[in-house]
């Protein structure tokens, strides 16, 4: 075994390495970028080297710095992680040549199963089923839009060297074609420094389901079953889970089987994940499933901790010892699953607007009670990159954490899920929590009825929806000023004597108190008056209907708010004038307006165009001068790895450009104006 690793890569998977390797006595060396100088990967490794800027090009894909880091500090191997430089042939040569062991398959491997074309030409020669399509080195546009007229339609346009969902594009008619596959391969050209894609037909009802694989040096190959990857958005996967429902014994050994042969056929070794594309007639018929390869990750998964907690193994222990020369630790017949898993990626977005990615302070961040490594007999685990009060910045990906439960059954990894996702309280930029409630209670996900389409699907149910009533909220918030306001009071001073004067409960000698409060909720004003009795009862009067209010803390930080005949654990954080209310029911904003604060305040932005979030401008649609109408395409911007459309929020006429493609502009940048009639 390794003496010492250098962790090449941040985040949550940096951390998930170092705590392996410590386990196994194992040191690591971090590396970090200037904007993660004091990220928790950093402080979770025994060393760390800064190698250069924020931006990744600047730091995390330098690998000439990384080996000199790695060399400089006595490494003897360096772990790639996921994303970043994982999966690049050049740095696994650089590594070898460096006298460094790269944890992960061969150059040849990975150059084998890097382009996603000659990928499939090798396994269409090993015998593995693939999907119809064009994987030629001919990349001519009008070359390709034939071959995607004669495969016919929809079609999906990918990336060769893509992964994670970018470069990747559905077209659904011929006259769509070509504007997608500019974008596509503009994306793909700043994401992977290659623009070349292949087409396939775009399965109907299709199902991701990727295979576990794992390889030695001595030739011995197994397969570590299966995981549901079905439930994405924008191509990327979003809940994940293991076993696969539905999945038959004799599929599941076709597909295991048949993943085991691409590994085999590249000679990998290590961890990797052969995915694929399953079409399926109906829900309910798993027997009718047919696969096809897609391609194979050439290095361990986001959502690799489903497999661990089914089969009871640290993977990453695994490519530990395998990358040290040591056999396979199990043959297939030893594996067994052991009840069912389920993985939630919890990003910093904004799934009401379209997944916009979303940046800034983790204020509050709070998780349900978990372990860091889950066993087949836990129950929940957590794997994060960040602390409360750290930022979550524009240069990396928005995923903020994973978590994992596991149950018995499916249906009790249901109900552990959500139980885990309402304990989660995040504060300090939008979250994709509460959607991911929404998903795993919606009526096809809880049955099983899987695939790419379920969250455009079951839109209806899963976006801007909250369970939380108004008044319910309103109740909540007033509670915790009240039991702050009391707990202020309760304090004592120097001498240990309470002022009855300083009392802030509203109390009068003649009469009820009256106090009077403007609330925003859900982009709606409401009025709230709280009525204090002189026996202590409170009421509350919500644009004219009476509620009688109690509340008392818990044990646990709650509130216990009774409002009328409901009734509500509640966790409630104020931010300025905004309120943050979590609860088991579901979670919800809503402000109290200080009107002198906003007196002479227009909220109108019209005729404005403002960046998302901070970014680089990739092009504009429109010059100075030019028509528009609602909701036409005006720029694009890229920030955290993915392209985002700015359309006009009104007609009118462009007035001024106000930045340069290739310009960097900050959250809240005008980008150009607009002159409305």
Known sequence: MFKKILIANRGEIACRVAQTARRLAVQTVAVYSDADANAKHVAACDESVHIGGSAPRDSYLRWEAIIEAALATGAQAIHPGYGFLSENEEFAKACAAAGLVFIGPPASAIKAMGLKAES??????????????????DQDPDLLQREADQIGYPVLIKASAGGGGKGMRAVDRSEEFAAALASCKREAINSFGDDAVLIEKYVQRPRHIEIQV??????????????DCSVQRRHQKVLEEAPAPGMTEAIRARMGEAAVAAARTVHYVGAGTVEFIVEQTDYDQ???????????????????????????????????????????????????????????????????????????????????????????????????????????????????????????????????????????????????????????????????????????????????????????????????????????????????????????????????????????????AHTVVLTRAHGGVLQLLIDGTSYELNFASTASGALDVRLGAQRVLAHVYQTGEVAHVFTAQGAAEITVVDALAHAGESRSDVGRLTAPMPGKVVSFAVKVGDKVTKGQPLAVMDAMKMEHLIAAPVDGVVAELLYAVGDQVAEGAELLKLVTA
């Open 214 to 227: 794992f390889g030695d040096s001595y030739g011995n190959y197994v397969y570590l079953f299966e995981r």
């Open 120 to 137: 499939k030409q090798l396994m269409e020669k090993a015998g593995v089923p693939l999907v119809p399509g064009y994987h030629g080195a």
């Open 286 to 524: 798993p027997e009718s499933m047919k696969f096809y390869f897609m391609e194979m990750n050439t290095r361990l998964q986001v959502e690799h901790p489903v497999t661990e907690a089914i089969t009871g193994l640290d993977l990453v222990e695994w490519q530990l010892r395998v990358a040290s020369g040591e056999r396979l630790p199990l043959a297939q017949a030893d594996l067994k699953i052991h009840g069912h898993a389920i993985e939630a990626r919890i990003c910093a977005e904004n799934p009401d607007n379209n997944f916009l990615p979303a940046t800034g302070t983790l204020q509050v961040y709070g998780l349900p009670p978990c372990a860091t490594f889950v066993r087949a007999e836990q129950g929940v685990r957590v794997d994060s990159g960040v602390r409360e009060g750290d930022t979550i910045s524009p240069f990396y990906d928005s995923m903020v954490a994973k978590l994992i439960v596991h149950g018995s059954t499916r249906e009790e990894a249901l109900a552990r899920m959500d139980a885990a996702l309402a304990q989660t309280h995040i504060v300090g930029l939008a979250t994709n929590v509460q959607f991911l409630r929404h998903v795993v209670s919606s009526g096809a996900f809880s049955t099983a009825q899987l695939d790419t389409a379920l969250i455009q699907r079951e839109s209806a149910a899963l976006f801007g929806q909250t369970k939380l009533g108004m008044p319910v909220v309103a109740a909540a918030l007033l509670s915790h000023l009240m039991e702050k306001e009391t707990r202020a009071f309760e304090k004592p001073d120097a001498r240990g004597w309470v002022d009855p004067w300083g009392r802030r409960d509203g109390w009068r000698s003649h009469g009820p108190s009256l106090r009077s409060f403007m609330m925003e909720f859900r982009g709606e």
